[in-house]
């Protein structure tokens, strides 16, 4: 995928940049981080104006965020009984409604680009719980300012070294992501034996 994407973004450019940013935010696998440091890289050779790099980028994210919030808000259930036909995406969708139900705001801001694999689950579960929009709003604009902003200036900076640098910010970001879900698993874990010790005391 990234080999052609080298060949595909210098053709076409911020809309393909736009189009591929807006259905990652929707759930769809493509390495869109790798494609704002390409189009990053592309911006410090001179080829396009990086300030347009950054808000086509920034803005696609954005409305890939409200369409998913949308889906959430007015398909609900149907939308969230089709996710969960496979394995992956269910756990997907229940870390996604665990960390919704924990933190809020918090979980959209860092699943904007800390955790971003679990992202468009995110948006699906705020809108299907009743989320409030303007908080879901405001903090998909500050999680995916640092989101885009951030692989877009790894880009501009690391002009040189870009598929090392997108390699290695896919592992890591694959890692966080599994140590959340890790984390999570083992948090549960830990309750279902303190409430089997509760119940056997009680006994």
């Not at 940013?21 to 104006?49: H, N």
């Not at 996710?83 to 960390?99: D, N």
């Not at 719980?129 to 880009?155: C, D, K, Q």
Request: proline share 4%.
């Amino acid at each position: 995928m990234s080999e052609a994407l080298l060949e595909i973004i210098p053709a076409y450019g911020l809309p393909m940049l736009a189009l591929l940013t807006a259905l990652s935010c929707l759930g769809l696998p493509f390495p869109v981080s790798f494609a704002m440091m390409l189009m990053g890289s592309l911006a410090a050779a001179g080829d396009f104006d990086v300030t347009l790099v950054f808000m086509t980028a920034f803005l696609a994210a954005l409305l890939g965020d409200q369409i998913g919030f949308a889906v959430g808000r007015y398909g609900g259930t149907r939308v969230i009984a089709r996710i969960t036909r496979t394995p992956q995406r269910k756990a997907m969708l229940a870390q996604a409604e665990a960390r919704m139900a924990a933190t809020g705001m918090t979980a959209v801001f860092f699943t904007r680009w800390l955790l971003s694999p679990i992202g468009p689950y995110v948006n699906i579960i705020a809108g299907a719980t009743r989320f409030p929009w303007a908080r879901f709003s405001l903090a998909s604009f500050a999680g995916e300012l640092i989101w885009t902003g951030g692989y877009t200036g790894l880009g501009v900076v690391f002009a040189d070294n870009i598929v090392a640098i997108a390699e290695f910010a896919s592992d890591l970001s694959g890692l966080l992501v599994s140590a959340v879900v890790a984390l999570a698993l083992g948090w549960r874990i830990l309750q279902i034996l303190r409430h089997s010790r509760s119940d056997n005391h009680e006994a």
